[in-house]
């Protein structure tokens, strides 16, 4: 079995709601937050995979086409890429925010749905975010948390960013490596 780190999109790899974005509807509004690209990489050197799983309610509401959110996936993985840093598969659900889907955080379909398809082990793999249903999707599929922000009750770990997120997550699967 592989491991993974699963990761949120807004707000974990690139701004919102932001002096400069409010949110990320076309392919220029995707800036990425500072460290992003070096948190990344360095989670390619620990993980077999990397993912990103994001609600993005704004095409069920129609804020955008989902045409468009596969452009602005497409448009960051390969800006990642050219700082080495690898997304292995996006997954997303476009329904309206009260829509009542399975795929929508915080349930965890999207999380167990990439975990079949690429053989991982969810005990051995993390979740990052930054709000409370990111972390209760994580938990509900069997990952480890770690929350971006100041505190949250059911994470695992809180850090500030992705960077430091990465840093606590590669030491935590060191220790847990050592110990087994």
């Known amino acids: 079995m592989k491991t993974a780190v699963f990761l949120d999109r807004d707000g974990v790899i690139n701004e919102v709601l932001s002096a400069r974005v409010k949110f990320v ?3 220029s509004d995707l800036y990425f937050l500072p460290g992003v690209p070096e948190a990344i990489k360095k ?5 077999d995979y990397i993912f990103v799983v994001t609600n993005q309610g704004g095409v069920g ?4 086409k989902e045409a468009q959110l596969v452009k602005i996936h497409e448009h960051m993985v390969s800006e990642l890429k050219k700082h080495g840093a690898i997304i292995h598969d996006v997954a997303y659900c476009a329904h309206k925010p009260k829509a009542g889907c399975e795929c929508r955080k915080p349930g965890s379909k999207m999380i167990e749905d990439l975990a079949k398809k690429y053989e991982v082990d969810l005990s051995k793999s993390y979740m990052v975010g930054d709000t409370d249903t990111d972390i209760m999707a994580g938990k509900k599929a069997g990952t480890k948390c770690v929350y971006l922000g100041d505190h949250d009750e059911l994470a695992d770990a809180v850090c500030p960013d ?3 997120a990465a840093d606590w997550i590669i030491e935590d699967l060191k220790k ?4 087994k």
Not at 176 to 179: G, L, R
């Open 25 to 27: 509807n076309k392919k």
């Open 43 to 47: 989670l390619n050197a620990s993980f």
């Open 176 to 179: 847990n490596t050592i110990e």
């Open 162 to 164: 992705l960077l430091r």
């Open 61 to 64: 509401l129609g804020f955008m």
